[in-house]
Every structure is written in C-alpha cells, then in structure tokens.
C-alpha cells in the first residue's frame, strides 16, 4: 500500500453537511492482475467509497500516531451496507442449499450460481443505503460514487478521517463482478487501494 501526502482538498459530491477540516483521498486502479502485472482494467464499473468507522484519536494524527475503532457502527453508511449484506446473505434460502449441495456433489454451474446470489446481495446492499442516506440527508457525504477511466484508474477526493469500506461493481471480459477493499484514512493523507482481484464472478 502506497501512502502519499497531499495538501488538496475537494468538495463531496452530496450531502448538506460535508466535513469540514483536513481531509484526505483514495485512489487506485480496478480490473484483473495477470502476467507481467498488468491489469486488465474493469468495464462499466462504479466505484462506492462508503465511509464505515470514525478517527478515534485526531489529536494522535500530530504525533504519527493516528488510531481507528473497528467495531461495527450501524450509523454510518460502510456499517449501514455490511449489516445489509451478511443479512441478506444469512437468510437466503437458496444460497444456503446450495451450499450445502456443493459441499457433497458440485457440479460446474454451482460456482457462477453462487456468485449471482452474492452479486444480487451486494446491488440490493448498495440500494439499501442509498435508500439509508435519503432518509439521512445530513450524512449523504458517507457515500462517494466514482466512475474509473478507461484503464480502470479512479480517484476520491475530500474524504474525512476515518475508515472505509470501498465497494466496485462491474464486469470483467464476459463476467459480472464485484471487488472489495478496506482502509483506515488518516487526514492529510492520500492511499492508493489497488484492487486487482475479484471477489465474486458470475458468467453472464
């Protein structure tokens, strides 16, 4: 993981009460490492930056030693999607079967089903915190949308200090697919999140 100091800052893209003060940024590229590590980039993808755990100790950060609580925080958006996701997950009766089915006779076609089930979890995790942050205006700035370029590059600016859950759904050659990453933000502070490995797959 790369760690860049910056001294930018920008503005979100919703909300009605955006943090104020140091912010910092994410960047990163999104698609498929193969040999010679290049990436073949996503296609379509949309990249969502939900902000997940507060900076416990700001006044830390001017001694090098910022500190972040990582438990579960259900008011804010990254807590608001995970809570969604393993819940859907959990009561899906049919992705409970068919695990349970592979686990005694897999047959070619479980693995994409399977993906579909989480996929469709995820796009119905998203919605629900979309839905989340209407009702919560004031926190719209928890989630940041950002569309890569053509190489699979992104880049979020004017994130507050905290934790972030970085979710990215897209497709990649001839399947759907999401990818995943997680990070702590101090302020001030620009980390490159390369994701480069798919999480779930689902033939199209």
Aim: overall charge neutral.
């Amino acid at each position: 993981m790369a760690i860049a100091v910056t001294g930018g800052r920008a503005e979100f893209c919703s909300g009605k009460t955006e943090p104020s003060g140091r912010t910092g940024a994410l960047n990163g590229q999104v698609g498929f490492i193969i040999s010679n590590r290049r990436v073949v980039p996503a296609e379509s993808a949309t990249v969502y930056v939900l902000y997940s755990r507060r900076m416990e100790d700001r006044a830390a950060w001017f001694e090098g030693k910022p500190t972040f609580w990582h438990g579960n925080n259900l008011d804010t958006a990254g807590g608001q999607f995970r809570e969604r996701f393993n819940g859907l997950l959990a009561g899906n009766k049919e992705l409970k079967s068919l695990e349970k089915r592979v686990r005694h006779n897999p047959q070619p076609e479980d693995v994409n089903q399977m993906g579909a089930y989480y996929l469709r979890s995820v796009d119905e995790a998203l919605t629900w915190v979309h839905s989340y942050l209407t009702k919560h205006p004031d926190r719209g700035w928890e989630m940041k949308t950002v569309t890569p370029d053509g190489r699979g590059f992104w880049s979020a600016e004017g994130l507050a200090p905290g934790g972030y859950d970085v979710v990215v759904r897209g497709k990649l050659l001839q399947y759907d697919t999401d990818w995943e990453g997680e990070v702590d933000l101090p302020p001030d502070t620009t980390i490159s999140l390369p994701l480069t490995r798919p999480r779930f797959l689902s033939h199209e």
